[in-house]
């Protein structure tokens, strides 16, 4: 069942078009994460259906519910964390969790939140003294305080180092298995991979693809990159390019020095045919890898962009 539609929203800001026509529906206990260039409209979009920003145009539709008319409904289901979320720094971490607990009339017990964020050990700390990827897990614990089926994460993990950020994916992964439905923006494809169950990548305020990362991988063009180092140097690479070159699955090679590199649409058929070469000329290949396609490449695929890191 959608736990969310949306349809058609735009929001421009005077001449900028921020958002310029985006539908997608998401399933009860998805993790759904959007994913787009900066400034292509992925937080705007997330805060015209967290109720912060008014659409132009388009639907939002929550568990059936709009804005307009069941706003404090909406309120009860949904928890947000902003890019930048507002911690009271002189309170401790479990005093934050209590304020915040009681602006709602029902929530989860801050013990429980505590350890589900993984700061149980931290609780009487002042927020000040927190590293960055406790003060964002503790962002996370206030959006969950209420307990809401929907969870909103925009960019989570930016700016943290790799540990923090998979103290973050571990948290994600709990909401999950407690059947919440998450809705996050990354600039991580790496996390996106890991994480989603169904990628949106977003350009220029439209949707320009949405599916699993396996599905949006596997559209892809089915050439993979094969790339060989032969220790017997340059002319042992150059006769095997030529041997390659005449091998059906073989798209294209290149050649770099000793090293050489195959895109075919068949790698093992094609590592069958150049091993059966070299063994019989004696070279000796040092390295052999088969390079997988990853979101990274559906990303440039579909943006014509780099990613950036
Ligand atoms: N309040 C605002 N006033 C004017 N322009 C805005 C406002 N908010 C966003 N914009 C512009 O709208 C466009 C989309 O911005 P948005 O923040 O939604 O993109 P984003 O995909 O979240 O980017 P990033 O990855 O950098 O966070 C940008 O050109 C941005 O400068």
């Known amino acids: 069942m959608a736990i969310l539609e949306v349809k058609n929203l735009r929001k421009a800001f005077g001449a900028v078009q921020a958002v310029e026509e985006i539908s997608f529906s998401v399933e009860s206990g998805e993790v759904f994460t959007i994913i787009g260039p900066n400034g292509a409209g992925k937080t705007t979009t997330l805060e015209m259906i967290e109720g912060m920003q008014t659409p132009d145009g388009g639907s939002i539709s929550i568990n059936g519910m709009k804005w307009d008319k069941e706003a404090d409904r909406i309120k009860t289901i949904i928890g947000v964390q902003p890019q930048s ?55 996370i614990g206030l959006a969950m305080i209420s307990d809401p089926q929907i969870i909103f994460l925009d960019e989570p993990t930016t700016g943290l180092d790799p540990q923090a950020r998979r103290n973050i994916w571990d948290i994600v992964l709990k909401l999950k298995e407690l059947g919440k439905t998450t809705i996050l923006t990354t600039h991580y494809m790496e996390e996106a991979e890991k994480l989603s169950d169904r990628v949106c990548i977003v350009d220029q305020g439209k949707v320009v693809t949405l599916d699993t990362p396996a599905n949006l991988i596997d559209s892809l063009t089915k050439e993979r990159e094969v790339r060989l180092h032969f220790q017997d140097g340059e002319a042992a690479a150059l006769e095997t ?10 798209v294209r090679t290149e050649l770099e020095g000793s090293s050489l590199k195959l895109w075919s649409v068949r790698p093992e058929e094609t590592l069958y045919g150049v091993f059966g070469f070299t063994k019989e000329r004696g070279y000796r290949v040092e390295q052999v890898s088969i390079r997988e396609m990853s979101l990274e490449d559906v990303f440039i695929a579909f943006t014509g962009k780099e990613w950036r890191d």
Not at 99 to 120: D, G, Q, W
Not at 241 to 250: G, H, I, P, R
């Open 85 to 139: 979320s507002a911690l009271f720094d002189l309170l401790t971490v479990e005093e934050n969790l209590d304020l915040f607990a009681s602006f709602y009339p029902r929530s989860k017990h801050p013990s429980e939140v505590l350890e589900m964020i993984n700061l149980t050990d931290h609780r009487r700390k002042n927020v000040k003294s927190l590293s960055g990827g406790q003060r964002q897990r503790l962002a």
């Open 241 to 250: 390019e030529q041997v390659a070159k005449n091998d059906a699955t073989v």
